[in-house]
């Protein structure tokens, strides 16, 4: 569906979904552009397949991502309802992704790179490509599992990089867990901030690789 205009020549708000595998992976791969478009007035929406329960308590990781759908500015979060490690490519993920596509009406749509270590991520990745073949922009977005990631499309977020901190920070029982000795998910974050701003020129942001994207010169 085109956004027309209004009258006073501004856009109305857009339907944004993103998509990912486990709580943290929305954040931490597009959570920076989401911020951005949040506090430009458009309608941030979530899809999240599964409580990520083998990461930490079910509970409490459902607990996280809600406080950290608040810090990202999010109106609504679609669970899954699948197990951790246990998505599957499969005709159900499909029809469930394009359910929530027909709710959302997303101008545009956020999921994971397809080229990942973890199988959830791949999947996804996956279904969403079939279950998005009528969307007309499909960003894929890099996580710390992700390989051989070359954007071509970039997002400054210097100035909302705090605020995607702290939207990690909401995330309390996986701060640590990047399996690194020493080094925190904000650490990554911060430096992959600063790799994709150089990059794109910039100081600070996020990178995607374009599955479509479409650009309007009305």
């Not at 080229?115 to 079939?130: E, G, K, P, Y």
């Amino acid at each position: 569906m085109r956004r027309r205009r209004t009258v006073t020549g501004k856009r109305p708000p857009m339907n944004i979904l993103a998509i990912g595998a486990h709580p943290d992976d929305i954040e931490i791969g597009c959570g920076g552009s989401l911020i951005k478009y949040a506090e430009h007035g458009h309608q941030i929406h979530l899809m999240i397949l599964t409580s990520g329960e083998q990461g930490g308590n079910r509970s409490a990781r459902r607990k996280e991502q809600t406080d950290a759908a608040r810090v990202v500015g999010a109106r609504r979060i679609f669970w899954g309802q699948y197990e951790d490690t246990k998505v599957g490519v499969d005709r159900q993920l499909i029809q469930r992704i394009e359910r929530v596509i027909a709710k959302v009406d997303p101008l545009f749509i956020f999921v994971h790179y397809g080229d990942d270590t973890h199988q959830d991520h791949r999947h996804l990745a996956t279904c969403t490509v079939t279950a998005t073949r009528y969307t007309r922009n499909v960003l894929f977005y890099e996580g710390p599992t992700t390989q051989n990631f070359t954007p071509t499309v970039f997002v400054n977020i210097g100035s909302v990089l705090d605020k995607k901190l702290d939207a990690l920070r909401a995330h309390d029982s996986q701060v640590m867990k990047t399996n690194i000795e020493g080094l925190s998910i904000l650490d990554v974050a911060r430096s992959s901030a600063h790799f994709r701003g150089i990059q794109g020129r910039v100081r600070s942001a996020e990178g995607f690789v374009p599955l479509r994207l479409f650009i309007n010169i009305d």
